[in-house]
C-alpha cells in the first residue's frame, strides 16, 4: 500500500455554494476559490517533493478537520472541546471534503471519480486540514 500524508495549515473552509450574476452566470465565491488554490498549490508541493505524478488507480481519501476553539466558550466547555466530547457544527463535513477533493483533483489523483472510499472528521485543535491518500 502506497501513502500520501501532508497538512494544510489554517481553519478548514467548506466548499460555497456557486453565486450566480445578474446576466445567470454561476461563479465560485472568492473565498471558495483562493481555499482551493492555496491547498492545490500545497498538494502540488508535496507530490514535486516526492517526485510523484498524479495517481491513476483507484484511492482512499481521509481528511481530520480541525477547528480554533472559540473564544467565548466557558473553561468547562474548552476542556470538553480539547478532550473531542464536543465537535465543531460551524462546518458542514461533506463540504470540508468536496472542496479538498476538488482542489486536489489532477494534483494528487487524475480526477477524482478515482476514490472509491472517503472519511471526514471534525475535531478541535490547532486549526488545519489533514489530508491522507492511500491506493495499493
Do not use: C, H, N
Given at each position: 500500500?502506497?501513502?500520501?500524508?501532508?497538512?494544510?495549515?489554517?481553519?478548514?473552509?467548506?466548499?460555497?455554494?456557486?453565486?450566480?450574476?445578474r446576466q445567470g452566470r454561476a461563479y465560485t465565491p472568492k473565498k471558495?476559490?483562493?481555499?482551493?488554490?492555496?491547498?492545490?498549490?500545497?498538494?502540488s508541493d508535496k507530490m514535486v517533493e516526492l517526485g510523484l505524478d498524479p495517481i491513476n488507480v483507484p484511492c482512499r481519501v481521509s481528511v481530520m478537520a480541525q477547528f480554533a476553539i472559540p473564544k467565548s466558550y466557558?473553561?468547562?466547555?474548552?476542556?470538553?472541546?480539547?478532550?473531542?466530547?464536543?465537535?465543531p457544527t460551524r462546518v458542514d463535513a461533506d463540504n470540508v471534503l468536496k472542496i479538498i477533493t476538488d482542489a486536489c483533483n489532477g494534483v494528487l489523483y487524475?480526477?477524482?471519480?478515482?476514490?472509491?472510499?472517503?472519511?471526514?472528521?471534525?475535531?478541535?485543535?490547532?486549526?488545519?486540514?489533514?489530508?491522507?491518500?492511500?491506493w495499493d
Open positions: 500500500m502506497k501513502r500520501i500524508d501532508f497538512w494544510f495549515q489554517g481553519e478548514p473552509v467548506g466548499k460555497g455554494r456557486p453565486r450566480f450574476t471558495t476559490r483562493d481555499y482551493e488554490l492555496k491547498l492545490a498549490a500545497k498538494a466557558s473553561k468547562k466547555r474548552r476542556e470538553a472541546a480539547t478532550m473531542g466530547e464536543i465537535i487524475e480526477d477524482d471519480r478515482l476514490i472509491y472510499k472517503m472519511t471526514v472528521q471534525k475535531r478541535f485543535g490547532d486549526p488545519m486540514v489533514i489530508i491522507t491518500l492511500e
